[in-house]
């Protein structure tokens, strides 16, 4: 029986490829590499291997 790994997964586009961003105004978001959508980080979306990098 096959296993399913749980990713985090774009709210629009339902991509995996995804990465922390930080907002002065809110912290830290989540924004899709494929479709650009951009929102407030979730717990489980934060883990110890993200790269966290400043948006201007």
Known sequence: MPTYQDFPTCDL???I???IVHNDDFGPMTACSECGYT???KYDELTPEVTITKAS
């Open 13 to 15: 586009c339902r991509s």
């Open 17 to 19: 490829d995804l990465e």
């Open 39 to 41: 929102w407030v980080a």
